[in-house]
């Protein structure tokens, strides 16, 4: 297929950066503006419990440290920052993008970049129903972070593209405006990424459903809270959130926490009923492509567009939490890096048959 030829590719060419990024994004937006396929909670929930078995790595985790390239790779942080920065100025999306592919590359199979993988047969994460939202920004920017990096003759081939993954959402939340903090490196990638193995939240899920997942990952509810803050500087597409906004005919009704009228009156403008598949809308209608705690004042005010985000708000047992970021964003802030490091760590890899640095972050070596 045309887009694993442009996906793979793209990290083996260092030159042409404007030209290979607008072939990279056109074909994963073939890929991803399919609606999100729904997925039934209880099979969901089964799989999960299978896959968090295996996120549980104490051992391996320990191996993490902020100063683990200080004699491979002296420069990494640099040539990290400098690569994202440009990857920002060509895109007002790329830093979400890349913050989100983070969280579902920790969230399946570990911090192990798989979600990076494209397989030759078509099974992979991010062609996963689960990863059809991920935006094409994302995975550009870890490539083109990974091939400043291997330009550097000390570093080249010696940086997992799972710690540059790591290391370019930090950049994208502090190049926004957040907090700076120190990330744990030391992490290798994996060599499996496979469609079944996606399990996330859905746009539709209550706190329940939301507790029951990051619990799974050994996350609180302030860290769910504090992650899902991170939608501060994201966007979505209307096929995530048009339901919000109209009802269907012969569709089951289903609960949907309340929405700001003139709100709801101003999306139905951006999501017309025969809205395009590429129209998207920002999550913080507050301060958008702002990293602050704007996201947790949209809620407040009933404007947030998805339903599991709204539901923060709505319901009681979380509410408190809402309100707090909200008003006092360094609580935010130092909930939302302490978050990062949690999730930052599950299901960390070692040097095995399992992991190795990839010399190409789209396939094994």
Known sequence: KP????????????????RKGNSLREAIERETDRPMAKLGWLASLAAAVVVVVTLR?????????PGYYASICPNLETIVRNSVRQSMAQSQISAGATLRLFFHDCAVRGCDASIMIVNS???????????????????????????????????????????????????????????NYQV??????????????????????NLDKLN????????????????????????????????????????????????NLAFLRQMRGTCPLNYSPTTVAMLDAVTPNKFDN?????????????????????????????????ANQTAFFDAFVAAMAKLGRIGVKTAGSDAEIRRVCTKVN
């Open 294 to 326: 704007g996201y947790y004042q949209t809620l407040q005010q009933q404007k947030g567009l998805l339903s599991s985000d709204q539901v923060l708000f709505a319901d009681r047992r979380s509410r408190a939490t809402v309100n707090h970021f909200a």
């Open 184 to 205: 744990e490196l030391g992490r290798y990638d994996g060599k499996v990424s496979t469609k079944s193995s996606v399990v996330l939240p859905h746009v539709d899920f």
């Open 3 to 18: 887009v694993r030829h442009e996906l793979a590719g793209a990290a083996s060419h260092t030159s042409g950066r404007a």
């Open 57 to 65: 790595s104490p051992l391996a985790a320990a191996q993490l440290r």
């Open 121 to 179: 047969n078509g099974d992979d994460e991010w062609r996963s129903p689960d990863d059809q939202s991920l935006k094409p920004q994302g995975f550009q920017t870890v490539l083109d972070a990974k091939a400043a990096v291997d330009k550097d003759p000390q570093c080249r081939y010696k940086v997992s593209c799972a710690d540059i993954l790591a290391l370019a959402a930090r950049e994208s939340v502090v190049q926004s405006g957040g907090p």
């Open 212 to 259: 029951a997942f990051f619990s799974g990952l050994g996350l609180s509810q302030t860290d769910m809270i504090a992650l899902s803050g991170g939608h501060t500087i994201g966007v979505t597409h209307c096929d995530k959130f048009v339901r919000r906004l109209y009802t269907f005919k012969g569709a089951r009704p289903q609960y949907s926490p309340p929405m």
